[in-house]
T-cell receptor
Framework: DSGVTQTPKHLITATGQRVTLRCSPRSGDLSVYWYQQSLDQGLQFLIQ???????AKGNILERFSAQQFPDLHSELNLSSLELGDSALYFC??????????????FGPGTRLTVL | GQNIDQPTEMTATEGAIVQINCTYQ??????LFWYQQHAGEAPTFLSY????GLEEKGRFSSFLSRSKGYSYLLLKELQMKDSASYLC?????????FGTGTRLQVFP
């Protein structure tokens, strides 16, 4: 158990819908990262927040957005869903945003299925 | 741009040694990580290298050559539970860029 929690574990929805994925980082971690992992593909970095502020952006679609709240939990919003958005979405957290042995701890993931 | 290459699949026998290679081309290199990921589960941290050389941690070792853009993960005394994907990831400008992973199958 990494200490990072994600809800829900599974989500099944239809094309065109909007969903929200939630992540609570490890106690004391200020940085939250979101990744997408499609079948047979590597982890794709989406976005990073540090202490409530957006820190780095990866290949995140305009239909996707995220935020980190004052209590440091984060939400990833996916809208106008397409079949290709079906994937495992991981959240990770770390103490610092970068530098040093800044290990990221991963949550169990949310499996999103778009029908 | 950023590019990370790993072999897609490898097989090995229980008790043997296997080396998984990773080559990378990135700007702003600030460390290389290896993660293990069992199917459908979260990646778990194995090792971190930022300086050239070998880091040993039990049955697992990781090597880095920054000038060659090359790393490897060495797994000794393989066990069946080591069957998993091994992800090489490079940190560059606060982002962690992952390779597509190497799926290792260990046979008895």
């Amino acid at each position: 158990d990494s200490g990072v929690t994600q809800t829900p574990k599974h989500l099944i929805t239809a094309t065109g819908q909007r969903v929200t994925l939630r992540c609570s980082p490890r106690s004391g971690d200020l940085s939250v990262y979101w990744y997408q992992q499609s079948l047979d593909q590597g982890l794709q970095f989406l976005i990073q927040y540090y202490n409530g502020e957006e820190r780095a952006k990866g290949n995140i679609l305009e239909r996707f957005s995220a935020q980190q709240f004052p209590d440091l939990h984060s939400e990833l919003n996916l809208s106008s869903l397409e079949l290709g958005d079906s994937a495992l979405y991981f959240c990770a957290s770390s103490v610092e945003p970068g530098g040093g042995n800044n290990e990221q701890f991963f949550g169990p993931g949310t499996r999103l299925t778009v029908l | 741009g950023q590019n990370i290459d790993q072999p897609t699949e490898m097989t090995a026998t229980e008790g043997a040694i296997v080396q998984i290679n990773c080559t990378y081309q990135t700007s702003g290199f600030n460390g290389l990580f290896w993660y293990q990921q069992h199917a459908g589960e979260a990646p778990t941290f194995l090792s971190y290298n930022v300086l050239d050389g070998l880091e040993e941690k039990g049955r697992f070792s990781s090597f880095l050559s920054r000038s060659k853009g090359y790393s490897y993960l060495l797994l000794k005394e393989l066990q069946m539970k080591d069957s998993a994907s091994y992800l090489c990831a490079v940190r560059a400008s606060d982002k962690l860029i992952f390779g597509t992973g190497t799926r290792l199958q260990v046979f008895p």
